[in-house]
Structure formats: structure tokens, C-alpha cells
């Protein structure tokens, strides 16, 4: 059993995230001032401004952008690299600026000449993540040290060098989104304009495009890299940056999520139980709770076998709703059974429905235990044996304190960028989110991916999933991009790779090596 099934009783909130109001390179900024009180209006007193509260005056960042020299050793070379850290401003049309957006980018100090060099950005999701996850978790020079199998070590936590960082490939620009990590805007009430789907693309599109202005980057060719809720906002990028002018060469998507019918378990939308199904397969198999036989013929057969059922019996079983036979029910309740590991009588009393936080808390319920929702692999000790749902998630539980204490150390000492603001790794600063068409259907973004790729001939998206994601099911991913409406040529340019992990696969220390030769190898086809 592995260590971090002793999963500490931690109840993990996934809120969404808030950064630091930084101030813009070269320029002071000033504060916004508290509103007078009636008796001050009155009095002609509103124009001046009173001082500043004792919190606000160490609520402080660097100035302009912190530059630092490092060197790390990969595949037995040396890479000598430059770190920046600091802000772009966000302006309006009227060049007010209402936000500062936080980065922290790595060039090569002196690339292969022949070739020009690459530029990668980089954002995690939410919405409300900051971009710490693939930043020290796969992709960036240095990475948080876990258990080999990504659970949590004893802390204190450390930093190593990362010998499957990208950077051997393409320079990379870590992007924390408005009210992510120290990224904050100008006044509190502008932050509903970035806090939605439309807004939160146009913002980061337009830090890319200010980044690539003020860094000689136009020449570049240029990638984007997004997990979770950043795979949602890389795609709407594609086809907001494609109309601005801005062409990709190539998109990464990890744990993607684009069309969010295929995820929410809302009455009337059967489509997630019969996409999430093959997860709790896997989830099953990992746990060994299905027949003697699946578990003998290996994870790869055994999801074959979820996979056709799923979107063929299974599928056909709900579209029925409640004029299926009695004995095509009989035989549902027979295979959901097989293929999850849970009591025929259970399914049944779900009416064939059973939503992800059921399974989580079902699968291992004799054990007294739950299942991760970011990671399955991952168990956790819930305070009822009898509730319905689980209390926490033990997978973020396990790598949140890691990953937090290992950044904030590394910003300011390696960095060397001190700012006395926290950094929002996962919640404290986006306040409600916008989603769009939510009101008459579900976000979707798919259809703007579809339009970079059909106006963009040159554009190649690697796609990555893990078997073990719960919150974002590898079976969706194929779903959604089954029903881009490509034609054969196009939908070549679509390339997947998938992994024995979970919805951040990088943790696990053989994922983190696959999926750093699978993306070594789109980066290199994409550039030819």
C-alpha cells in the first residue's frame, strides 16, 4: 500500500484562486484611496485621500521585473538560462490600466543557432489556479520533490532540478490569470470583468500579446500549454488570438476540459455518466475491485472492454430513460456492476446513474475509505462511513502543501522576487465566475478550437489524460474531440497521449517521464 494512503484527515476546499495587487515595471502605482464617509463628502472632504492602513503599506511587490542567471544539467548538458519575474499591465481601451498580470518566464541564454527559438505559455485552471502546478510539477527547470508515486513527503518540502523540464525544447512564460497567484486588479470591483470566461481569454490574450511587444517575441514560434480549466482557456485562445492576428504552431492540452456538457451530472444531461464510466473502471482496477478476471487481463484490455459498452449499451440504455425493459435493465445493472466494482443493488437504487462524488465515496465504503477525485489512486478517511459524498479530496490534500511551500520559498529566494502579498496557489481572490453560455446550455469552447484549426493549417495539438482523473475523464476528452466536426486531414493534426496517473499525471514519477518524450516529440513535429 502505498505511503500516501495514510492521507492526513484534511478538508481541502477547491475555491478559486486570488493573486497580488503588483505594481507595473518602472511605474509607481498609486492606491485606491477608501471612500470618504457622508460627513467628509459634505464637508468638501473627498478629495483628499486618507492615509494608507498599516496592512496596506507592506502589501508590496517589486517594482519592475526581477532578473536572475541559473544553470541546470539535462541529459548530461548544460543549460544556462534567465529567469524574469514580474508584471505586465492590463488596459482598457482608454490605456487605464485595470489589472497587473504576474509571470515568470525562462529564456535559454544561448540557443542552438540555425532555428529560431520557441516561446511556450504556460497557465494551470481553476478557474482561480495559478500557473505553480505544471510550472513545478512537469515543465519548468526545477520541480517539487515528491514520493515517486506523487504522494506527499515529509515536510519540510524541497525543490530539485527537473531533468524532463521543456525548456530544453522552448523558452516558457508562466502566466498566473487575474486574481491568481500575485496577479490582481487595479480595484477591486474591475475584477468581475476578468472573472468569466470571455474575460479571463481576452486578458490573457492580451498579456500575450503585450509580452511578445516588449520582449522582441513576435518572430517566435509559439505554443500554449494548459491543465484543467487552462485547457478550457488555451482553446478559446487559439480562436480569439488567430482573429488578433496571432498564430500558433501548437497547443497542449492536459487533463482537458472544452465542452462542459460532458462533465456536469445535471437532470435531463445523461451524457457525463456514460463518459465518466471507463474512470471508474479504472479507478476499480487500480483499487482491485472488479472480478478476478479483469483485474488478470490488465488495465489496457479491461477499459477496451468499459469503453464499447459504455458508448454503445450503456448509452443506448439511458437514452430510453424509463421505457427500457426490465430485462435490458437487469442486464445494465449486471454490466455497470462488472465494470465499476460496485453492488448491482447500489446501481439500481441509482437508477444507472451514479455521479463521481458517489463513486468516490462508494468504491472503498467496507474499507472505510474514499478515492481521490484529482487522483484515485489516492484514499482518504472520511468522519462518517455512511454519508453520501466524501468530506475532502485526499490527492489535493496530499500535494497542496507541497507544492505551496516549495513555490513561495522559490520565488523569493532563487528568484529573488519578495513580495509580502501571499500568492494564491488555489483560492482567496476570484470572486463568482461568468460562465457565459451557461445560461442557455454549457460553456463550450470547442467550436473556437475548431475554427484556429481550420484557419490555422500549421497549428498541431497534443492532448494528455490521465486514467485516473476524476475531474476531468480521459473518455470526455475522446468524446469531445470525436465531435469537432474535422475532417480526416485535419483531425490528424490532433495527436493524444494517456497515462497510469491522474488529472496532474506529472506527479507520478513514470507519467512525468512519458509525457515529457510524448511532448518532446509534438514540439519537434510541430517545428518541422
Known amino acids: 500500500m502505498f505511503q500516501w494512503r495514510r492521507t492526513a484527515l484534511l478538508a481541502c476546499s477547491m475555491l478559486v484562486a486570488s493573486g497580488m495587487l503588483a505594481q507595473e515595471p518602472g511605474r509607481e502605482r498609486r492606491r485606491e484611496a477608501a471612500p470618504p464617509s457622508p460627513a467628509e463628502s459634505q464637508a468638501g472632504a473627498a478629495e483628499t485621500k486618507p492615509p494608507a492602513k498599516p496592512e496596506e503599506k507592506i502589501l508590496q511587490a517589486p517594482e519592475g521585473p526581477v532578473v536572475t542567471h541559473h544553470q541546470i544539467t539535462v541529459e548530461g548538458k548544460t543549460l544556462k538560462f534567465t529567469a524574469t519575474a514580474g508584471t505586465l499591465p492590463i488596459r482598457n481601451a482608454d490605456g487605464e490600466t485595470e489589472a497587473h498580470i504576474f509571470f515568470i518566464a525562462y529564456t535559454l541564454d544561448n540557443p542552438p543557432e540555425g532555428s529560431k527559438r520557441p516561446l511556450m505559455f504556460s497557465f494551470n485552471g481553476g478557474p482561480g489556479s495559478a500557473s ?45 490569470p487575474v486574481g491568481t497567484g500575485y496577479s490582481r486588479p487595479e480595484k477591486k470591483e474591475l475584477g468581475k470583468k476578468f472573472w468569466g470566461v470571455n474575460g479571463d481569454i481576452e486578458s490573457v490574450g492580451e498579456f500575450i500579446r503585450l509580452y511578445l511587444t516588449r520582449y522582441d517575441r513576435w518572430n517566435s514560434p509559439l505554443f500554449l500549454v494548459g491543465e484543467s480549466y487552462g485547457t478550457t482557456r488555451a482553446a478559446g485562445l487559439s480562436g480569439y488570438l488567430v482573429n488578433q492576428g496571432i498564430a500558433l504552431d501548437g497547443i497542449v492540452l492536459v487533463s482537458t476540459v472544452l465542452n462542459f456538457e460532458t462533465l456536469e451530472f445535471t437532470r435531463g444531461n445523461d451524457l457525463p455518466y456514460v463518459l465518466y464510466l471507463p474512470s471508474y473502471t479504472s479507478t476499480a482496477w487500480f483499487h482491485k475491485k472488479l472480478s478476478a478476471e479483469l483485474q488478470q487481463q490488465g488495465l489496457e484490455k479491461t477499459l477496451d472492454e468499459a469503453r464499447r459498452w459504455a458508448g454503445t449499451d450503456y448509452s443506448a440504455a439511458l437514452a430510453k430513460g424509463d421505457a427500457l425493459p426490465a430485462e435490458v435493465r437487469r442486464d445494465v445493472v449486471e454490466h455497470f456492476a462488472r465494470y465499476t466494482g460496485l453492488s448491482p443493488q447500489y446501481i439500481e437504487n441509482a437508477n444507472l446513474r451514479v455521479e463521481a462524488g458517489e463513486f468516490r465515496k462508494e468504491l472503498l465504503r467496507n474499507d472505510k475509505r474514499t478515492v481521490g477525485r484529482l487522483d484515485s489512486r489516492f484514499e482518504g478517511i472520511d468522519v462518517s462511513g455512511v454519508s453520501e459524498r466524501p468530506d475532502y479530496d485526499p490527492s489535493e490534500a496530499a500535494i497542496r502543501p507541497p507544492f505551496t511551500s516549495a513555490f513561495n520559498n522559490y520565488v523569493r529566494t532563487e528568484l529573488g522576487y519578495k513580495a509580502d502579498l501571499p500568492y494564491y496557489v488555489l483560492g482567496g481572490g476570484v470572486h463568482g465566475w461568468e460562465w457565459g453560455s451557461a445560461a442557455s446550455g454549457f460553456p463550450d469552447v470547442s467550436p473556437s478550437l475548431r475554427s484556429a484549426i481550420v484557419k490555422n493549417p500549421y497549428m498541431h495539438i497534443f492532448v494528455a489524460s490521465g486514467h485516473f482523473d476524476l475531474a476531468t475523464p480521459f473518455f470526455a476528452t475522446e468524446y469531445t474531440l470525436d465531435h469537432l466536426g474535422l475532417d480526416p486531414e485535419l483531425r490528424a493534426r490532433i495527436s493524444t497521449g494517456e497515462y497510469d ?4 499525471m506529472y506527479i507520478n514519477n513514470e507519467s512525468l517521464s512519458k509525457l515529457h518524450h510524448d511532448v518532446a516529440g509534438f514540439l519537434e513535429g510541430a517545428l518541422r
Open 132 to 176: 505553480v502546478w505544471l510550472h513545478l510539477g512537469a515543465i519548468g527547470p526545477r520541480r517539487v520533490k515528491l514520493l515517486p508515486e506523487g504522494g506527499m513527503p515529509k515536510p519540510p518540502f524541497e525543490l530539485e532540478d527537473n531533468p524532463y523540464t521543456w525548456l530544453a525544447q522552448t523558452d516558457l512564460a508562466f502566466i498566473d
Open 501 to 504: 496517473a491522474g488529472h496532474m
